[in-house]
T-cell receptor, first 111, second 116 residues
Framework: QKEVEQNSGPLSVPEGAIASLNCTYS??????FFWYRQYSGKSPELIMF????GDKEDGRFTAQLNKASQYVSLLIRDSQPSDSATYLC???????????FGRGTSLIVHP | AAGVIQSPRHLIKEKRETATLKCYPI?????VYWYQQGPGQDPQFLIS???????DKGSIPDRFSAQQFSDYHSELNMSSLELGDSALYFC???????????????FGPGTRLTVL
């Protein structure tokens, strides 16, 4: 079992809808959590990071962290076709600076 | 804003040849990471350097080595290349000194290595 688990998808949502991406992690000592967006053949692009329980909003993106449930999510409001990509969840296990990545969730936003 | 620079962007090699990938981190970033990403896979951590010293080691084959130089750029040296080494190789950098637990990594554009 991977330390960071994500549903591979694809998750398909219509344009303008809210896309909800989920991620669970196994190391309770994990401190930081990241969401990256990766277009095919391109490098991961950092969208959000969160380290405290609760919500963190940045534009159309909201990251949610629940350490008790070991659960991280990313909400994308007003989804656009350009949001279609693979979203990688990552966490830094306790005592390490090295993020562990999930396999990513493929998001498709259709017009 | 300055980003991570990697060169070359594309590289084609024959089996058993060697390859050298270069990475120039974002200015004032003190940590460099190397990742390998195969098709449909998540990035696999290879090795990292903090202030020019190797700091962590992941699933890097013994055929690979890396170093970070005084100007903070890093090179990944790959010898005895195998077909299975064909992948995207990303370099990322972060500023860890005094940054708390955040460790936001910024990725370079990657080098696509094809071994024939």
């Amino acid at each position: 079992q991977k330390e960071v688990e994500q549903n591979s998808g694809p998750l398909s949502v219509p344009e303008g809808a809210i896309a909800s991406l989920n991620c669970t992690y196994s190391d309770r000592g994990s401190q930081s959590f990241f969401w990256y967006r990766q277009y095919s053949g391109k490098s991961p692009e950092l969208i959000m990071f969160i380290y405290s329980n609760g919500d963190k909003e940045d534009g159309r993106f909201t990251a949610q962290l629940n350490k008790a449930s070991q659960y991280v999510s990313l909400l994308i409001r007003d989804s656009q076709p350009s949001d279609s990509a693979t979203y990688l969840c990552a966490s830094t296990p306790g005592g390490s600076y090295i993020p562990t990545f999930g396999r990513g969730t493929s998001l498709i936003v259709h017009p | 804003a300055a980003g991570v620079i990697q060169s070359p962007r594309h590289l084609i090699k024959e089996k058993r040849e060697t390859a050298t990938l270069k990475c120039y981190p974002i200015p004032r970033h003190d940590t460099v990471y190397w990742y390998q990403q195969g098709p449909g896979q998540d990035p696999q951590f290879l090795i990292s350097f903090y202030e020019k010293m190797q700091s962590d080691k992941g699933s890097i084959p013994d055929r690979f080595s890396a170093q970070q130089f005084s100007d903070y750029h890093s090179e990944l040296n790959m010898s005895s290349l195998e077909l299975g080494d064909s992948a995207l190789y990303f370099c990322a950098s972060s500023r860890n000194s005094g940054s708390g637990p955040y460790n936001e990594q910024f990725f370079g554009p990657g080098t696509r290595l094809t071994v024939l």
